[in-house]
């Protein structure tokens, strides 16, 4: 992965996906359990928000595999921390 920033059409395309993605069932049975992927807080399915793990803004894509539902809490966090520091986030969560 580079860290050039992604094409305008990338980022309307994906996240154009994004949006299918949030009404499929997949999604619906992925935030049932309101489990938040990085913290593992119980916050609840309406407190879920959809994270790309690789932003689309670095070429990131709104496939399966590059989703996961995060609470607002560490969606907020990731979105203003670089990803070494980003790193750096989770591994305090670990230690919790
Ligand atoms: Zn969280």
Known sequence: ?????????HIRRERQ???????SQ????????????YCGKQ???RALTLDHIVPLVRGGRSTK???????KECNSQKQHLLPVEWEAYLEKLRQE
Not at 1 to 9: I, V, Y
Not at 17 to 23: E, F, V, W, Y
Request: charged fraction near 30%; glycine fraction near 8%.
């Open 43 to 45: 916050v609840g399915a």
């Open 1 to 9: 992965m580079d860290w050039l920033e992604a094409s305008e059409e």
């Open 26 to 37: 997949w999604w619906k049975n992925r935030i049932a359990t309101g489990i938040c992927h």
């Open 17 to 23: 996906k994004a949006r299918d993605l949030r009404r």
């Open 65 to 71: 595999g590059n989703c996961v539902a995060a609470c």
